[in-house]
């Protein structure tokens, strides 16, 4: 088979940036340095190797200003075979449903239409992790992802999808649209002296679409404003002898309150805000007139019980109700975390979800639909965001209502909190559940379910699911220990006591995770999961604010580093300039003292 693959490849700023928005409401990225986004190395490089080793073709298309033509220069470089470039002013703004379709029309302009389009699963700007699924939606095409690996077979693809707990086999009819892992391949990283001119790559406008809105105004998801993220630590920083910091640094954590024990809303109940009454318990003549829906996908029970407090929160406030759509793999335990109603579906392929949602929804027309920021409900909604022309705002951290509209906030650039709008219909959200607090319950009472029927999708085969490392123990962990480069895996064992004596999980930030030195589920960060625990370890890490992000809602930060320089010491409550090695031992000494006595 000789394969026509496309690689969709994005120019991200290098390292941080800072957040702040232009005079038209668009994040400023002027004078940052740039280079391809490290999931699209990914892509690329197994685009130019499936079309070499097929004997087929590759091409690499980028959307974005006129010097980002050099992460095409990079691709071509690399071995793949054409580049075309999409850039033009009016698509300044655009959401990640806008891009869908531009790019989605610019394949269209392809001589010959591809059988694979490569995406990389996230970016290191913005983690939509939407664009690939609803790519796929706009061209009719099956979807899956994040793979770490990736075979033609027979017509079909082979492939091994990644989750946070562990792998599955999946076979997937061509063509297709698949997001690339990050740890699938070595980056595709060429010289910038042996990048061929910008003469070489095909340049394309809007001229050249189909008649749309582009750019913000056909935009249903904007950013609003970005607020600086709340200062809310004051660094204490010890220095000297390795004993006497560890004495100060848990003295200190001691007059925090860090060892005193947590405060729960009773049996399986969180420290959170107890659940106001649901709609069938309102006062009479209170009308329930905004529906919200809450995607109870196949992800961990503490994070779908928190989406349903914050779903059960909004339709309080607009005097509404909560609807769950239940998945087959779905928590059932949901009237006592905020559902006044339930709809069980009765298969779980995400494309086949959208299509009966969207058929459901069209009789109701519900305020929100939310769903959690993993693969699963990552998928169907992106869907759903394309047939509803809705949009999606992703990766939200929190949740509001501002002028009768749905309003969040998620990770930016610089330490910033962008908060996004809506002003599509129905609003849809995902949420990274780790960041929300768990509600208190409230008493149960029976629920009637609906049963909405769920086409299979023959163009999906899943045959092995093997479960691996328990990341979703992380986000409800009451103490994170976050490891850096700063320690080799070799020494993780030295940090076992530590963890044992707390009851801590392990992190890790992505460089950590792209060497495989933890698995993938314990990545923290804008690309990774978010947490919140009462105490967050931070050991060996430089603190940079795309993994402190992960953790920003985390009680008490524990900075240990070498450099009195790092990034972390300004984002940390307790500092200990120190080699983890050397204090560790007298840390041990005096937290067992304090958890034992």
């Known amino acids: 088979m000789n394969l026509v693959v496309t690689a969709l490849v994005k120019q991200v700023p290098k390292g941080d940036h800072s957040g ?41 298309i980028t959307m974005g200003p006129p010097a980002a033509v050099d992460v095409l220069r990079e691709a071509l470089a690399w071995g793949v075979d054409d580049a075309v470039q999409l850039s033009d002013p009016a698509l300044a703004g655009s959401d990640c449903l806008v891009t869908a379709r531009a790019l989605a029309a610019t394949i269209g302009l392809l ?6 389009i490569l995406v990389g699963n996230s970016s290191v700007d913005g983690s939509t992790g939407a664009v690939g699924a609803m790519l796929a939606e706009l061209l009719g095409l099956p979807f899956t992802g994040p793979v770490l690996a990736l075979e033609p077979v027979d017509g079909r693809l082979r492939t091994t999808v990644q989750y946070d707990t562990g792998t599955e086999s999946v076979t997937i009819d061509l063509p297709a649209v698949v997001a690339v892992a990050e740890r699938s391949c070595d980056p595709a990283k060429a010289p910038a002296d042996t990048w061929p001119a910008p003469e070489t790559v095909r340049q ?22 970005v607020h600086p993220a709340p200062l809310t630590r004051n660094p204490v920083i010890f220095r000297g002898q390795p004993q006497i910091q560890a004495d100060r640094a848990i003295a200190e954590l001691i007059t925090r309150g860090c060892f005193e024990a947590p405060v729960t809303g009773g049996e399986n109940g969180g420290a959170g805000p107890a659940l106001r009454p649901s709609s069938n318990e309102r006062p009479a003549g209170q009308r329930a007139d905004a529906e919200v829906v809450a995607l109870v996908g196949p992800g961990p029970v503490e994070g779908i019980r928190a989406l349903l407090g914050a779903a059960a929160a909004l339709a309080a406030d607009l005097g509404g109700s909560v609807t769950a759509i239940r998945s087959v793999s779905g928590d059932q335990d949901l009237a006592r975390w905020g559902a006044d ?27 929100a639909v939310l769903g959690a920021a993993l693969p699963w409900d990552r998928e169907v909604l992106a869907r759903l965001a394309v047939t509803s022309h809705a949009g999606l705002m992703s990766d939200l951290v929190s949740l509001s209502t501002k002028d009768g509209r749905l309003s969040g906030l998620k990770p930016s650039g610089g330490g910033t909190l962008a908060e996004i709008v809506s002003h599509g219909t129905p609003q849809i959200a995902t949420l990274r559940t780790g960041l929300l607090p768990l509600p208190t319950p409230r008493a149960d009472r029976p629920l009637t379910e609906h049963i909405l029927h769920v086409e299979p999708d023959a163009a999906i085969t899943r045959t092995e699911r093997r479960t691996g490392d328990d990341g979703d123990a992380l986000d409800r962990a009451e103490v994170v220990i976050g490891v850096g480069r700063g320690v080799p895996p070799d020494k993780y064992g030295e940090l076992e006591p530590v963890r044992a004596l707390l009851n801590a999980e392990f992190a890790a930030t992505r460089k950590v995770t792209d060497q495989g030195w933890l698995p993938h589920g314990r990545q923290i960060g804008i690309t990774g999961r978010s947490v919140a625990p009462r105490v967050y370890l931070a050991v060996g890490l430089s603190g940079n604010l795309n993994h402190l992000a992960g953790a920003s809602r985390a009680g008490t930060v524990v900075a240990i580093n070498t450099d009195p320089a790092a990034e972390i010491f300004a984002h940390c409550d307790v500092g200990l300039v120190a080699d983890w090695q050397e204090v560790m031992p007298y840390l041990v000494d005096g937290l067992r003292s304090r958890v034992n006595g």
């Open 20 to 60: 702040r928005l232009d005079a038209d409401g668009r994040l400023e990225r002027a004078g940052s340095v740039a280079e391809m986004n490290p999931w699209c190395r990914r892509a690329v490089a197994q685009a130019a190797r499936l079309a070499r080793e097929t004997g087929g073709r590759s091409t690499a």
């Open 204 to 225: 394309v406008t809007t001229a050249d679409l189909p008649a749309h809105t582009w750019g913000l105004p056909g935009s249903p998801t904007k950013v609003a404003k």
């Open 341 to 367: 109603s339930v709809v069980a579906l009765d298969g779980d392929e995400p494309r086949s979800v959208a299509r009966a949602l969207a058929e459901w929804m069209g009789e109701r027309q519900p305020w």
């Open 111 to 116: 001589d010959d239409p591809p059988d694979l």
